[in-house]
Structures are given as C-alpha cells and as structure tokens.
C-alpha cells in the first residue's frame, strides 16, 4: 500500500504537525477554506482530514476523513481507526514544521548553533532543505516514540479485531 499523503484543515494544526512526526506528508495551511483544501487535495492526490462537518465534496474530487475528537490524540486514534499509521520505519523523517523531508547533512556542514556536545555524541544529522532547521535522532525521536508507543497506533497489515 502506497502510504497516503494528507490535507489537514484548519482546525487540525496539531494533528498535521503529529502526522508529520510519524512521516507523514501532510499539508497544512491555516488559511486555506474547505473548498480550496479538496482542490489542493484532489491535485495532489492527498486524503482530506477535516472537523469541519460541513465540508462536502459533490464531486468526488478527493477522499475525506471526518474528525470529531477535540485532541490531538484522540484525533490520530480515530484517524488510525480508518487508516493504520504504525509501523514508521518505511517513512522519511519530516521537518514538523514545513513538511518538507530532511536530507543527511555531513557533520563539517553542521551549523555552530548546534551545541558543542551533540556535535562531539550524534553522527546522524538532517536538515530541512526549506527552514535549514537541523535535526539529529537523540533528541526528538525519544519523545516521540514514547508518544507514539502511548498512543498505540495500528501497523500496516496488522490483525485488526
Ligand atoms: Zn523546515
């Protein structure tokens, strides 16, 4: 299964960040109306993710996932109810707040404003190629695998009872 690429609403900021910690491809823009957000997902092929229990696609431009929950894992609960989001290694890590994937970066090109002693202990830098952030796996990923482990998200080809 190809892993699908989302269009979150509005109304789903935190959820859009969360998804792309998973690896998610997840476009968001606080702007963007209901409408305009089936345009962008129909055109680039994403899933839509909305709370807006309004939005309706007489179309049939794209696939929309409704979200009733108020937090943000609550919301990828339900999300992996109808598509199962574990099983992370096969996707690339994100930047959070861009969505772009971040690239290797040697550790000569690793900016001073990374502390001293995670240039002297990490060896696997990444940066995202819009913001320049730079990210390593110690600090992020420990967090967030704990979160990902307490939410309990469903692998891929997982038995689902
Ligand atoms: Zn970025």
Sequence with gaps: MDVPRFAVDRMLGRLARWLRVLGFDAAYRNELPGDRLLTLAARED???VTRDGRLRDPRGRARVIRITSAGF???L???D???PLGGMDARPQR???CNEAVL???LA???ESVPAYVRATQTDFRRCPRCRR???PATHRTRMESEIEALGLTSPGTDRA
């Design 109 to 111: 090109d690793v900016p």
């Design 73 to 75: 894992r609550d919301q």
């Design 77 to 79: 609960r339900e999300l």
């Design 134 to 136: 730079i990210f390593w």
């Design 81 to 83: 109810r109808v598509l």
């Design 46 to 48: 994403r899933i839509v």
């Design 95 to 97: 930047c959070v707040e």
């Design 104 to 106: 290797p970066v040697a």
